[in-house]
């Protein structure tokens, strides 16, 4: 039966959790932080997530002037009530104006 094995995985990765937890120090995992992991960044190199990735500031995305520029675009076509992205016109980028012209070919 399959729900046992299920089981012991889900125990088992339970319980490798909590002897990693123990092992940075930490009680929970809501403490973890991006300088706790690491990640190989070439045959030499380690570097923990802080330093690989770029991370958001606590309420950064409430300003839209605040949102970063690599994400800006994605921000503007995500919704909250729907999975469905928004198109250019939708989301407000590329200026307002349709990425179609009129004949359906793409903007030149």
Known sequence: DKAPRIERFHRATVH???DML???GLTHPSEIRPHHVFRRVD????????????YLRRDQ???DDAVPEDL????????????????GEE???H?????????????A
């Open 72 to 87: 800006r675009s994605q921000w503007h076509a995500a919704s909250a009530d729907t999975w469905r992205m928004k198109t």
């Open 43 to 54: 045959d030499l190199r380690v570097r923990h997530f802080g330093e690989v990735y770029d």
């Open 22 to 24: 123990c092992a940075m």
């Open 61 to 63: 995305l409430i300003e």
């Open 95 to 107: 200026g307002g104006q349709s990425l179609r012209t009129d004949a359906g070919r793409g903007a």
């Open 91 to 93: 989301a407000g980028i």
């Open 16 to 18: 490798s959790l909590l």
